[in-house]
């Protein structure tokens, strides 16, 4: 497959699943997610980063100092020196900072582990990064090479400032860490078991010992605990007056700022290599981290827990592989599309290069989605948040804006879009799984001991929806709807998009209550349908699109006749086509305005016209941001996907690949340095006019994007689609593609789908074959008593 989509600081590696940064000086510093079931680190390609066990919040092992210059200090740095010479340099580049020119550098961001090689002055290193399947810990493996003609003395030294456990804490008690901090070393580690308060303030102290460390092998012949004697008081990690000296302190005593930092001494003939593995984590006593102390201590285990690793991540990967006639497509949706979705659903928002992991908990909107892209490979974890979303909905039908399970913090309601999205969610899970039992579990209600199903749990959410209806009838925004910065203050104002995500709602809900047997209920739920899309077709919509708000005085938001602020708003679009609100003629006439008005290289803008000026009264806290500036006009990427999906079920596969290639990461990656951030992920949004910046990314990672991406290209291009009774076949391609092949593995069974398009159609199932037998229709019936599945879809 070779080199996919080179720009000018990387390149794609299909093959592998990888990107590969060609050079250390990338725009911004980029990042990579290696975990397991509890434990996360972030890693930069210069080694920078976080790192935490189960809540970032009360349990961060690793610091990061916000603010920070650069962005992504400190991290898991190694520092080599040459004995000879006194030359020292970083085997991740960072923080030494080589010239360029002199190194040769890559970093393969790889699906949960990290590879950065380095070649300077001879000396050729290769660090992996990683987090094994089990323990509460991450390795660092690195290989140091003598790539010179003569024999080399070189000393290195591995660096990592540990964090005081409660990050609130930590950042805003400058007196209280360096004071109360106690480290040792003991049998070739550094031990770090300071106290530390992981509660919220004086009215709410919580203070826990838990036991952080840093070991290796081989042993360590030197160590070094503390901060200040490492670096020297006017130093930065650039230059440590330990590597400059070639010296180790052997020191590590209470008080202070701790580090591990651990020295090893090699002696490299031409051609030779040496290896060694630091392992950094931690336990929250001191029985579990004499355990922890033993894990992976051999290479061998090392070796094989990488290897785990990757099979794992290849395992989940494997359930959806597609090959078509672009390389682009193919390259992202099997790599990284599918990658980063998985790790926003286990994430939701807690930690990125722009969420610190203090101020917010798990959000309900948010989480809900991210369950949707990737249900199909990891199940479990879907199952398990899909359970913590259901407990967040209250006895009275509303939901918690945000909430942790962990720490048993279930916050208030008041965003009145909040309770319409689990309901999609979860129909997509049973479709998936076919667990329609799952509907029948009982889990408890938000601030209550009382328990109910989950399908009692859906019925109250839609009961509140349906009360929450403007003078109108149209539903209305509460605190805000999905667009946060809508916020006008006035809780009646209705929102259009809530009144159409509402109506998708409930379709998803009909269909669940069919599955139960509940006609009564999915009889009077088909009427609300009904309603509600009559009033948005009726009163919302504006002769070319639909409005997006209508405050309770009669002024129109997203119309024609709006003076001032914008005139057309891109959520209610998509998704009324998606909730079935919009069909025919006046859908194809919402899409085809959202693209004239909103449509640009990058996406679909957020509105027409961006607020030039705050106004809390009026329309909310959108105008704090500068015009073309996240929610005020940039390309917001999470709604901007929704148009993928939106002009998918029109049938119109040109278009809806011609969206998707316009976000996707291969095209970020041609402009690279227009867009900055990561261009292996998709980002939050896209800087556009009037800001004097256009084509800047902002917030990778972790984003409603990366679902909806996911979905848009799986279910929406490709259009393959699980439903209760089998796997719908229903393509919506470009029309240039003579065909296009599909591995999906669907409740265990792999399907083998081969799609001809021998008339160049863009959409339409003409004739389908299983297993050799031709079926009516395009839905793959469920097999279960066969591991493989052959499948021909001829459009038509």
Known sequence: MGKRAKGKYGYFDPENREYVVTRPDTPRAWFNYLMNDSYVAMISNTGGGVSYDTDPRVYRLLRYRYQNVPFDRPGRYIYLRDMD??????????????????????????????????????????TTYFVPAKGKLELW????????????KIRTWSYAEFAFWGAMRDLMNIDNCPNLSRQHYEKGAILHYSYNDIGTGLHDMHFVQNYGFHTSTPACSGYNGDRETFLGYYNSEAAPEVVAGGRSTDYCGWSGYPIGSLEHRFTL???????VVYRTGMSTDRRGLSRALKQYARFDQVDRALSEVKR????????????????????VVNGFTQYQSSITMRLSRSIS??????????????????????LHAWPETAGKMLRYLVSAIGEDGGACHDFNPITNHWGGSGFYDDHNWPA??????????????????????AHSKKKGTVFEHLVKAQDHAWRLRGKNGLMQIGHADWNDSLNPGDLTTESVFTSILYCASTRALVELAEQLGEEKAAAEWRKRYAAIKKLVNGKAWDGGWYQRMIKPGGEILGSKKTREYGRIFLEPQPWAVMAGVAEGKRARTALDNAEKRLGTEYGHRMMDRPFQRFDMEEIGSAGICPAGIKENGSVFNH????????????????????????????????????????PYVTCQFIYQKPFHIVGRGRNPWLTGSAAWMALGAMQGIIGCRPDFDGLIMDPSIPGGWKGFELTRVFRGV???????????????????????????????????????????????
């Open 639 to 678: 709604s901007s996907s929704w148009m993928i999906t939106a002009e998918a079920l029109l049938g119109r596969g040109d278009k809806a690949h011609g969206y998707f290639k316009r976000m996707c990461a291969t095209t970020k990656n041609r402009m690279a340095e227009i867009h900055q951030v990561e």
């Open 312 to 331: 794992e991540w290849d395992r989940r990967l494997n359930g959806f592989v597609v090959k078509t006639p672009d390389g682009d497509f193919n390259t």
């Open 85 to 126: 010479t006194g030359e020292y340099w970083s085997a991740t580049w960072a923080p030494v900072n080589m010239p360029v020119e002199k190194c040769a550098y890559t970093c393969r961001v790889g699906t949960g582990y990290q590879v950065i090689s380095m070649e300077y002055n001879g000396i050729r290193t290769e």
């Open 141 to 152: 493996d690195m290989r140091i090479t003598n790539a010179s003609k003569k024999t080399r």
């Open 353 to 374: 290069s722009y969420e610190w992991g203090m101020g917010r908990s798990i959000g309900f909107r948010d989480s809900s989605q991210d369950q949707m892209g990737m």
């Open 424 to 445: 999609l969610t979860i129909n997509l899970f049973v479709k998936e799984t076919g667990d329609v039992g799952f509907l029948k579990e009982k889990l408890p209600y």
């Open 750 to 796: 792999t399907y083998r789908i081969k799609v001809k398009n021998p008339g160049g159609v863009q959409h339409g199932v003409r004739e389908m074959t299983v297993d050799g037998v031709k079926i009516r229709g395009n839905k793959i019936p469920v097999f279960t008593d066969r591991k493989q599945v052959d499948v021909t879809v001829t459009m038509g």
């Open 269 to 275: 003939k031409p051609g030779e290599t040496g290896r």
